[in-house]
């Protein structure tokens, strides 16, 4: 309904007010003084999300030139130095968000409009891929341990399970067991302030692992004592040495 419309004006927005309507309303409509004149409304497509953001939290100028469309040599350089990237997709049961860890620069830079990521032996659960065949938008963030600063990038992805490609990421003499390729939409840095503000590289902040529930203890709560806890936890190393690739 129009009168449920969000109309914001140029003078500095306080937040506290804002609900989850308020910011769905925000993606379609808005309006900013006419330099004295009353209100001027404008409607924004949802396709003009940028502009209905900028409305509601104005971003610096050097803030929005960081994102481009294709990877350069500087956020080339994070890829290459990131063992490890959290990958996000989506599907009909919902959204997704999946580690991903390997060798530094396990994520290869084919050209600058395309990445390629192995897969390799984990759960078996394939959450990832199953969302992929159904949805190929993905979202990845590249951690690189020590540096603060993050890198983002969106794209579109599909999976191969090509001999070659596959045998190319070879580790141990063992090929991955398919490849992810994604069709880069976007791609920008994040600002240190939430790995600055959560220390996470500082050591002085790590937990001590057993102060933790192992996986074997939540397994044998879950599974209602169907797996032994003890058994699986003291297991766990060896067979993960044999099934790390």
């Not at 308020?22 to 808005?30: D, F, G, I, M, N």
């Not at 994040?190 to 002085?204: F, G, K, Y």
């Not at 397994?219 to 790390?244: F, N």
């Amino acid at each position: 309904m129009r009168s449920a419309w969000l109309a914001l004006s140029c003078r500095p927005l306080d937040t506290r007010f804002l609900t989850a309507s308020h910011l769905r309303v925000a993606k379609t409509s808005w309006s900013w003084s006419n330099a004295g004149k009353g209100s001027e409304t404008k409607t924004c497509p949802s396709s003009h999300g940028r502009a209905a953001r900028s409305a509601l939290w104005p971003a610096r100028r050097n803030l929005l030139v960081k994102e481009l469309d294709h990877i350069i040599p500087e956020y080339a350089a994070f890829i290459e130095a990131s063992p490890f990237a959290a990958l996000a997709t989506s599907g009909p049961e919902g959204l997704d968000c999946s580690p991903r860890g390997d060798l530094a620069g396990f994520v290869r830079i084919r050209d600058p409009k395309t990445l390629m990521m192995p897969d390799r032996r984990g759960n078996n659960r394939a959450d990832s891929l199953r969302n992929i065949l159904r949805n190929p938008r993905v979202g990845l963030l590249f951690l690189v341990p020590g540096s603060g600063t993050t890198l983002r990038v969106n794209g579109r992805a599909h999976i191969t399970t090509d001999a070659a490609l596959c045998a190319s990421f070879s580790v141990d003499g063992k090929p991955a067991r398919s490849v992810t390729v994604i069709d880069v939409d976007s791609v920008y840095f994040q600002c240190a302030r939430a790995v600055h503000r959560s220390e996470l590289w500082n050591p002085a902040r790590h937990v001590d692992p057993k102060s933790l529930p192992t996986p074997g203890k939540i397994l044998e709560i879950t599974s209602r004592k169907c797996v032994d806890g003890e058994t699986y936890d003291t297991e766990w190393p060896e067979r993960a040495k044999k099934s790390m690739w």
